[in-house]
């Protein structure tokens, strides 16, 4: 099993930055692929970013292309999801989700077995 732990989410101003960063313990050998997902009150969670483990792999949403950018530093097993010119919509709770077995990137919360806790990041007007 993989155990997830995000941080960095906060409160922050329209146009603003944030740097959100997700741990991994456990079983990290088992980790073929990382996801940021975001849910808003009252919708569904919502695809954001992922990236293949090994590789150079990404995807992104079309909502935040060219304002976030997911990376990773294998060394300290943590995905990263850098945040720029952050809009109110970009308010929600923030997770993290893995894959493991060798699986590829995916946008579908359904493919991932492993997830955080989550972070909240609020973006005011």
């Known amino acids: 099993q993989v155990q997830l732990v995000e941080s960095g989410g906060g409160l922050v101003q329209a146009g603003g930055s944030l740097r959100l960063s997700c741990a991994a313990s456990?079983?990290?050998?088992?980790?073929?692929?990382m996801g940021w997902f975001r849910q808003a009150p009252g919708k569904e969670r919502e695809f954001i970013a992922a990236?293949?483990?090994?590789?150079?792999?990404?995807h992104y949403a079309d909502s935040v292309k060219g304002r976030f950018t997911i990376f990773r530093d294998n060394a300290k097993n943590t995905v990263y999801l850098q945040m720029n010119s952050l809009k109110p919509e970009d308010t929600a709770v923030y997770y993290c989700a893995g894959r493991s077995l060798l699986a590829d990137v995916s946008s579908r919360a359904s493919d991932y077995r492993d997830w955080g806790q989550g972070t909240q990041v609020t973006v005011s007007s």
């Open positions: 456990g079983r990290t050998a088992s980790i073929s692929a």
């Open positions: 990236i293949k483990w090994n590789g150079v792999i990404t």
